[in-house]
């Protein structure tokens, strides 16, 4: 299962992207909205991610009409070819991504909160899709039912599933186990991702006895 960071703040960004544990970085207007970053500046926030570590970053479009998606998609593509476009599942979302698909540019349908958008985003040649599985939880639908049936429907097509909107380190190790491709996390639950307090304590016994050694 690779691992992404869904945020947009550097000062977190940084050491995250050092440990080399994450691929890349994922980011919607809420993301970005959440980090001061404003849509100018996506450009210089991609360069500065791509210098950081991140071998993948997600830029979303922000238009509703399929011309002014297909035509921001092209434009996002064009600022590395580590970019992959992501747009929202709906009936527009789902015609740029197959005018986008067939231009060769790798795309990612957001916001999915059903099994069956899994079935439309491989029939439009998606890269990707995100379920959002918090959302659809809090929405009171099984959310990692449908993300492990979206999950099965999508192992052998082109089609890639990176689950977002995760609430803890528990939807990290539940996904994993069921065979989830990817996640995407915020730099709160990376961070406790990456801590486990019986490694420290096993290193704190070294520590001592180094200490007694020298
Ligand atoms: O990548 C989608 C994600 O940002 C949504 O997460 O925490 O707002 O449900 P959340």
């Known amino acids: 299962m690779d691992l992404y960071l869904d945020s947009a703040d550097r000062e977190a960004l940084g050491p ?43 830029l979303q479009t922000t238009t509703s009409d399929v011309e002014a998606v297909v ?29 986008l698909a067939r231009a060769g540019v790798p795309t990612l349908l957001t916001a999915v909160y059903h099994v069956r958008q899994a079935v439309l985003a491989r029939a439009v040649g998606a890269a990707w899709i995100a379920p959002y599985l918090g959302r659809m939880t809090e929405a009171g639908r099984d959310g990692r039912r449908h993300v492990e049936q979206m999950q099965g429907i999508l192992t052998g097509s082109g089609t890639r599933v990176l689950v977002a909107s995760i609430r803890s380190v528990d ?26 307090p019986l490694t420290a304590a096993a290193v704190d016994q070294f520590d001592e006895a180094v200490t007694r050694l020298r």
Request: proline share 3%; net charge negative.
């Open 16 to 58: 995250l992207l050092r440990t080399g544990v994450f691929a890349g970085v994922t980011t919607n207007p809420l993301i970005l909205e959440r980090a001061g970053v404003r849509l100018g500046e996506v450009p210089e926030l991609t360069r500065w991610l791509l210098d950081a570590g991140a071998r993948e970053v997600f």
């Open 71 to 99: 035509a921001e998609g092209h434009a996002l593509r064009a600022l590395s070819d580590r970019v992959v476009v992501k747009v929202p599942a709906t009936v527009a979302g789902l015609t740029a991504t197959a005018e």
């Open 171 to 196: 939807d990290v190790h539940r996904l994993a186990v069921a065979g989830i491709d990817a996640v995407t996390v915020s730099a709160a639950v990376a961070r406790e991702l990456l801590e486990e």
